[in-house]
């Protein structure tokens, strides 16, 4: 597994300089950000990192707050922490806080940082995978397997699509995996047993329903993966008719997280019994693709890394086979008015003024298309370099 720092900063300047030097440095390592402490927690819900970068304030917590809090959750308390600091309380932090190993004095020094990064990282291999340690595995059942540093996650899915399997296709992250359930080929839904992760957005859907019955679906799911709606209806406990819809969209959101949680392992399994609870359920009838912009969709570019950031200032183009591809997409609104108005040449800030949508929501459509491999996209430095090709010719 490719291992992982956490920059927990609001100055997104600051952090992209800090990617730039790891990047040229570490090429093994991702880079995950976070520009506030609460979304920083949620960040370890998707992705375990093996060093944080922290800035000594944040708009919503202090440091101090950050680094108790870290320490007392045994799943964060043994991930080392790098202060940043200026205002003098960072020694008084590191002598309060075993998991604070070091305080870089800002403005941090590249030599500094990549000094204490790569101590850290040398002594900090990455954890093995967590199929050894929380499910029932048979290697005999595994059809393929892989690392998203050499095959995509669309390759995965393509791959399960393709050659009509019938099993869990599993994403390793944090702690527990995200499961994905395939029919002769048929996408069923994704799930977690991080139920964290599975509901941040659900409170409102949950909102009508019995307590009781809530925490009970939430020790279901820890144990089994089942996705709480399925249990709840089950219970008769949840008051809304399309289920299957709810558990579909959730499954989706729940994947998003493998856009941005670094590269991951994952492997396939053979399955002839499916677990009680996805037993009857109906399969989807999107090919991987549509079942892919699905989950893209609910990608926020906060929580995007450093390096996944398209350039504002640069210029997307169709990839030889992306307008052939976007002929087989249900494109919503804004994504269509997008895909009309690429012509290899025009900068995406024009593109998104011609639309009229804020650049970062058309960032974002940026990524998602080439996630799918629809557009190759040229930031500004190459376009400026002397001799560049122009990029209509990559359409």
């Known amino acids: 597994m490719s291992q992982k720092i956490l920059v927990i900063d609001e100055s997104l300047v600051a952090t992209k300089l800090t990617e730039n030097i790891l990047a040229q440095n570490f090429h093994g390592v991702d880079v995950l950000l976070a520009q506030r402490g609460g979304d920083a927690f949620e960040r370890f819900n998707v992705a375990h990192p093996d060093l944080i970068l922290l800035n000594e304030s944040l708009p919503d917590m202090d440091a101090e707050a950050v680094c108790y809090r870290l320490l007392n959750d045994p799943a964060t308390a043994k991930v080392p922490v790098v202060l940043l600091a200026s205002n003098g309380n960072g020694d008084r932090i590191e002598e309060r806080y075993e998991n604070v190993i070091k305080v870089l004095p800002k403005p941090v020094t590249p030599e500094s940082l990549l000094e204490v990064v790569n101590a850290t990282l040398s002594k900090n291999k990455p954890m093995g995978n967590p199929a050894r340690q929380l499910l029932f595995h048979d290697p005999s059942r595994t059809v393929f397997s892989g690392h998203t540093?050499?095959?995509?996650?669309?390759s995965a899915l393509q791959m399960a699509y393709g050659d009509r399997l019938t099993g869990a296709l599993r994403f390793?992250?944090?702690r527990y995996p995200i499961e994905l359930f395939i029919s002769k080929g048929r996408f069923l839904f994704a799930t977690s047993r991080n139920f964290q992760m599975y509901c941040r957005e659900s409170p409102v859907i949950l909102s009508a329903t019995n307590l009781g019955l809530i925490i009970e679906g939430q020790v279901t799911q820890a144990a089994t993966g089942c996705p709480i709606f399925l249990f709840l209806s089950v219970r008769n406990g949840f008051p809304h008719d399309d289920v299957v819809q709810i558990v579909r969209d959730h499954g989706q959101r729940v994947f998003s997280n493998?856009?941005?949680?670094?590269?991951?392992t994952f492997e396939f399994e053979e399955l002839q019994d499916f677990p009680d609870y996805a037993k009857n359920f109906p399969p989807g009838n999107e090919d991987p693709d549509n079942w892919i912009l699905g989950s893209l969709r609910h990608v926020k570019f906060d929580n995007l890394m450093a390096a996944q950031r398209p350039d504002p200032n640069g210029s997307p183009a169709y990839t030889r086979?992306?307008?052939?591809?976007i002929q087989k997409l249900k494109l919503n609104?804004?994504?269509?008015?997008?895909?009309?108005a690429i012509n290899g040449a025009e900068s995406l800030q024009s593109?998104?003024?011609k639309i009229g949508i804020p650049l970062n929501d058309a960032l974002l459509i940026v990524f998602r298309f080439a996630a799918l491999d629809i557009i190759d996209y040229w930031s500004s430095n190459v376009l400026s370099l002397p001799g560049a090709p122009a990029p209509a010719g990559a359409a």
């Open 149 to 154: 540093a050499f095959f995509s996650l669309r």
């Open 172 to 174: 390793f992250v944090n």
């Open 321 to 325: 086979k992306g307008y052939e591809l």
């Open 258 to 264: 493998l856009w941005t949680a670094g590269r991951v």
């Open 333 to 340: 609104d804004v994504e269509a008015r997008f895909a009309t």
């Open 351 to 353: 593109i998104a003024k």
